[in-house]
């Protein structure tokens, strides 16, 4: 059967083309990937606030196919609303479906603290509105935003058609040596590739949505893989 | 960007395991997929009626994500209402979506043709009644019905945990030397692994739903990978 | 000439199917697997204790193959007259063949002690009746038995179709915080590909019965392959 | 589970160490391998007949494995008392196991003719008087013996110890011209390694007894295995 | 020493970042890529008549390089001035340098001709002015074209930012099956990788810029590489 | 894009063969390299001095290509006016070109400083006068020259046809156990293949003018690549 | 044991350093080489005639070691005499050691003829002298010589410091197109690893000394090994 | 050139088949192997003595081909006039040839020091009379004898038909716990392929001939290959 060692829930905005191969390319031996979609195709407070109504229903159907857990699959929708949003939407999540869930910004903020980065420099294909928010969060949870820097890009699916090294050329130019690491922001932003790369080169951790997100997924339900790449934290902190 | 190719949007009932992972597999370089799901967990008639109702909202999400087809993925799903009903399933879908739609259904009808299969043997996981469903709409269509053998499982999700060699061994034990080649049903019977050693064991072409659907779709806008592996129809009918 | 570094005479019960394979897969370069068979259809205590009866044939036949050593290949077949019966059995086979022998149950304790488990969660595919068994003859050898499950299988034929993500579940199910490790318990059990797996996820050394009994079968002729693979007993204590 | 596509229940005299080797090799995927003995120690014509009297007892054995097939594994065994001596050993084992039986001599007459092969040269590990056995049988089957070359060895243990080179160079030395291929007896003779090489340094088909074994084997139950080893037998006549 | 079977010397507009990598990816066992670069930054009309002057110098610091041959690396470049520019070009290099010398515009027009295509679909990155020049050019030299289509780009850096993806896609929207095959027009423009890919969806040849230009330096010398990649071109016309 | 993560801009002697291939075959990932040349074929000092006046155009054509370095490759062109030669040309070509900009004999000055060599044996193809100037260099800038030896070539494309093992047997014919380590001089003379054979056999250090080149040129821009081969300067010191 | 398909027992001149190292590069699976030596430093023809004297002595030794067959290793060493010396020699060696012999020059001729060159451009690395005793042999065995050229070498020992680029580009230099073929002559000089290519970019058979010996004593032997390399003799006349 | 690293003359009995193959299995990059050889068919005292008068013709026929250091290739052939004679052989081929000698016994004892060994076990294909002068010489040489076991063989062409199995299971027989490790005598006695199996079962250091010959050969002139089996001896004592 797929899914013998872990069968994942994943819940993505609909524009979003990004962390289903994402998932699957760091998906462990024995893990396998479900999804639904909640509607959405502007990255605005508006629409990602307006996307939450369809979460329940995906979850629902997650469920279905006994996942193990869900992760609802979106950065900033689940931090648009401020600290405590995340975890307001995994609980109601978790409540309606009867299955652990988690959420992409949690996933974020765990990443952050266990690999020790308190003083952030943020990489972001949003807008600048959208920016605030994210910040607002980060810094509400206890982790300082140094600089953030977006590629002001609104709709979705124009995101999905960036390649690793945008993120990679981003990163590098918002990265200033009075912080402790980066994080990539995103699960429609590719970048899993040049993750060890940019360790690599500047020598500090780096974070991405989507690999924060797996390696919440399976950290939350003991799943301890080998990795030989996707940075420092799917390396060492599993 | 993922899907540079071609843009899969699939859509699985609730309850499936199997065609996402079977996707990702076959899927040749520059496809993606990207998937959403209709309510559903138990494979009976009723039940599978009922489903179709959720089948535009999975459409209109896949359409945000820039697909270039959407493919309706359940076999009985698809003909339950019998000849015809697969045409009306991706015209709808179509006028609702705008996006190129086929179903798993269309898809085996096609693949039996292609293949020059019009005496089939075939082997289902499911109980007499979807099998008697799924026997009618082959034989309106034409391929003539010689053997059909069914699990009996009636719950989607203990379909999802056989293994390949259940299929392999369900395959031969329902072969005759009077067809002209097997259909193994039903988007959620995993196997895909064991298409090419039961041709070579049997001598006859295999066709599978997840393997058929895979092969219209790519077929439907031109993508002709050249399979080494997944049987004759995929090695040598793109 | 085969098995110029070791030839090992391999006892089963005719209807074992697993331990053929799993010791074939097992064996360092210049070590091979001489098989003969005991009859036994059923895994109950009163089959068990009849099989014995068959193993003097069974290890005068491997002494014509020139085998350096015999294993008694049947965790319960070994153990179901309690302790000191493995012991027993191996000494009378030594008596009758002229040849070193070791049984499966002993290489079971021994594997426990050389890991340093001493409180086990144990994962079996038996009946209760054949489950207090075992438990009593840990226990009387001095490892403590936390919890122990089964699956209930009295056919052993019925066991040699179980997948190793079967033995992945129940371990992981049958594990508590409060073991040192676990036990996978029967040489019909496929195991040993999700040892790693299993090892990796809990934290835990991993014993399984077929492990076990390559481990001491090598381990008394001083073969000393540093393996890569099934778990930390062929990797770090050979 | 081990052997879902071919379970093979092996019968070997109880010094064979060869005969288990060559077989797990030359399996293919799904296929696995189970063996029962025979009491023998030496090839001697007396003690071939009396070795006949464990057949059945081992078939029985190996009926409890579920195996599909059983296979006779003893060349001169199974042709002692000439011909139809073989028919009447896998009829027997047929009638007392259920299960379908062949024996080693019959797979070599039968991919003699298969491989076209009427008169042939014969390398063997033996002493003249089970030649003269051997030659008889061939003969009585209608396949002429232009040469017979043996070893001379009695103890079938030393056969076992032989290196394939030596069946090479026996073969290459008893092959002349006016003969269509080459046939290298015994099942303990180890071999199969340079099938190949002997192929294609003397230009025709090369028959072994394992590799005709597994031949007959596979053939009979519709295994149709693509081998790119092992000669044109096995290449080219599945 | 390095390039013992050919030494080209590759003369580039100096804001072309894709001939080199693709030449040295391209290059056969003992063939080496010696580069000197003529001033251009955008690519129109006027600026790519101005370019030639730089040419000369180039091609005499090459012949230093003991280069065995010049290509003159520059599609619209070389065609710029209209029909038999290229062949003008080719002849003042070679007076000046005493080496052989070749361009890009007439490596596309043999190429085109060799492979057969008489009606062609061309992408290009250009704007109009610049399209209008090559379209003439082709027709010129009696290759019809059926349709063209620029990316409308004038910044010749901005050209080389392009993923091959782009490339697959522009070819796909301006082919019609009206036309023999497809050009892939600049050297700037990256496409090798997926030429392959375009010619087994569409089923028509691809010729590109740099494929071409390297085809007809390797044949002008004779090298006739066995290719298995970039196209039937390079697969099966050296 | 090619060369997304660094574009190296290198100018090289018109008749230098090896730097383009030695620079890249050591390209990490993401890295490209563009060409262009200065006059000269002799390597004497006369030559070496007028050879300069080329370099400013030929930074400026690298500057169209968007390179985020320039590199003066050629060791003894940027040291024949004696120290600080190096330093006055990088800061020209930068004032010129507005391109960050270093030179190789900069490089190895950096190099066998950063290696610990401060007692060197020097291996050069060149004649006495250039190596008595490289001599006056490297001493002015702390390194003592213990052993300097060359082949005595004038001819810079003869320099091009020496194979590795020339440099490999010249420089163990210049060690002496009273030095920290070797350097190979000249960007012309090929030696990367056996920087690792040479630093194995004799347990020193040893640093190439290419291979120096590269690593300053990556060190200078901040790109960390973990190389297994090129010598300990470019496996442990970047 | 080595050996065991064929021992080959090689002579070659005392400072032939190539042979050795090409013959143990094309030997096939079990076989190996055994090697004498015979007086040379020059290759003159009053040295050549005088080696003659030791290869008696060579040819016992290496009976000593069992080999199936001698290679007298020396092209004009086995020709200086003209034509029928050839013969003589490996006569003589075979009266004298008992062993099959054969000559360089014998296996030259007989794969010029196999492969159907009766016109032939010769490259060697000898002087005119020499040369002119080769060109004469060769026409009176019928081969007509079209081109002959030298590198006009006395020291063996030099000619064993030749790259096989050398080889590639002297025989390319030879070649005319009224000749059918190439033959590289001297055992050493190094070429085997050219042979392909220089027959891909001719489109004409290439011999070499070494593979015509190679070729010969093989084919002496009746060793059919399919090679995938070292040219059309190797590939398709063995 | 081959041999651009290390050239070895290799001087071997004439019946010896082993040395050669095991060289050149043995041999790092750019080392090649030349042989002479001198007459000997039986291994006993008085042939060893008398083979001797053949050496100085070998090493001066190795001198021809350019070799860096010379190996008397012989273990017993080395030490049979005991103490001191292996110092003498080599000093008198040095004076004849001018180049370095070394012999095999020199190396073993060398080996047997370095490795720390000074209680060893000695397993050799030798008759007792050989035994004893090979005792002698390592008694003298200050290695203790503690045990050593022969297969009793005086044709040295019997010698080199033993598989490395043989070796493993006589030295394995010869082992005992006071020991410090194994010494495998005889340059004809194929074992390297044993060597790190035999090392890592009895958890002592193994030395062979030809191993401590190679070894020998490479450390006299610095070649620091950085080994992966072999023994304890290649891969950290280089």
Not at 4 to 18: A, H, K
Not at 34 to 53: G, P, Q, S, Y
Not at 72 to 90: A, F, M
Request: glycine share 8%.
């Amino acid at each position: 059967m797929y899914g013998w060692r872990l069968r994942i829930g994943l819940i993505v905005p609909s524009s979003n083309t990004t962390m289903e191969p994402e998932f699957w390319k760091m998906a462990p031996k024995g893990v396998s990937i479900h999804t639904a979609r909640m509607n959405l195709t502007d990255v605005t407070e508006e629409a990602l606030i307006k996307m939450e109504a369809y979460a329940k229903d995906a979850a629902e159907r997650l469920a279905d196919a006994g996942v193990d857990i869900i992760m609802y699959g979106c950065t900033t929708g689940s931090l648009v609303k401020g600290k405590g949003y995340d975890r307001q939407i995994s609980q109601e999540l978790e409540k309606h479906s009867g299955i652990r869930a988690v959420t992409t910004s949690t996933a974020v903020v765990e990443a952050l603290r266990e690999i020790g980065i308190s003083k952030v420099a943020v990489a972001t294909p949003y807008i600048d509105e959208v920016n605030a928010k994210e910040k607002q969060f980060l810094e509400d949870n206890g982790i300082e935003v140094i600089r953030i820097k977006g590629l002001g890009l609104v709709k979705n699916i124009e995101i999905g058609r960036q390649e690793p090294w945008a993120a990679y050329k981003l990163a590098k130019s918002v990265y200033t040596s009075n912080t402790d690491g980066i994080f990539i922001s995103c699960t429609n932003f590719r970048s899993i590739e040049i993750i060890d790369i940019l360790e690599t080169d500047l020598g500090v951790p780096v974070i991405t949505s989507n690999q924060a997100s797996m390696w919440l997924t399976l950290k939350t339900l003991g799943i301890k893989e080998k990795y030989k790449e996707y940075g420092a934290l799917m390396k060492e902190h599993l």
